[in-house]
């Protein structure tokens, strides 16, 4: 009868911690939950921002934004890489919120830190070369004075454009995720890419601009040296 009793004892206690360590677990990926969608919030309000910078040419702004935005979406996919989520990844309907998550994050990840950021590198640099002014647009003055070779800058851009497409064909084969916030995030992001991939259309255009002049310029110098 004790051994029965303290058979009882030892399986009650284990249901206890099992069923503590849920608890526990459920209230960490809870917190975890609030802290990530607290960042994803500020991350979009940082893309809305950047996208805004780099339409206007604001260079030194988008730099700024950029880094900032970069710290905000690593947050995200280091809180979605711990054990726990790792083994909320595991369990049924749940793990495939927490895969729409973790795409999202990655995705993102991927988007400013390969696409965005050397490509606002590239503007910077072109500013301080002169061949774009202030506003983001074409310098002819600048480009008169110190004709630049744009040629990494639109390789920059061609592989950016690379890298949106293939974000775009990641995200649209995301399913619809039954959490309002994330589902919020899943459109938001393909909204976000699809005005990235104007955007860098555009500046793409203005490139070409700019590596047509300088090629006129250096034809013309080289007519007018007899080179």
Do not use: F
């Not at 809305?48 to 979406?73: F, H, W, Y």
């Not at 790792?86 to 895969?99: C, M, Q, R, W, Y």
């Not at 919020?184 to 393909?190: I, K, L, N, Q």
């Not at 300088?214 to 013309?220: D, I, K, M, P």
């Amino acid at each position: 009868a004790r051994m029965a009793r303290r058979r009882h004892h030892i399986v009650r206690n284990v249901i206890l911690i099992i069923v503590l360590a849920v608890v526990v677990c459920a209230a960490v990926l809870g917190v975890g939950a609030a802290h990530v969608y607290t960042q994803s919030l500020e991350a979009r309000t940082q893309y809305v921002t950047l996208s805004q910078e780099i339409s206007s040419g604001d260079v030194d702004g988008a730099k700024t934004t950029t880094s900032e935005l970069k710290a905000s979406i690593g947050e995200i996919v280091s809180e979605l890489d711990s054990p726990l989520w790792t083994i909320a990844g595991k369990l049924p309907v749940l793990g495939t919120e927490v895969s729409t998550a973790r795409t999202l994050a990655s995705t993102a990840s991927t988007l400013v830190n390969d696409a965005i950021s050397p490509v606002v590198e590239g503007m910077s640099t072109l500013q301080d070369d002169g061949a774009i002014d202030s506003d983001g647009a074409v310098s002819v003055s600048g480009l008169l004075s110190n004709p630049v070779d744009t040629t990494s800058m639109l390789s920059s851009v061609s592989s950016a454009e690379s890298i949106v497409s293939a974000c775009q064909e990641t995200v649209s084969a995301l399913p619809a995720s039954q959490i309002p916030q994330l589902e919020s995030a899943r459109e938001e992001m393909t909204s976000g890419l699809t005005s990235t991939d104007t955007t860098l259309g555009e500046y793409s255009s203005q490139l070409e601009a700019v590596s047509q002049a300088t090629s006129s310029l250096s034809s013309l110098v080289s007519s007018a040296t007899g080179a």
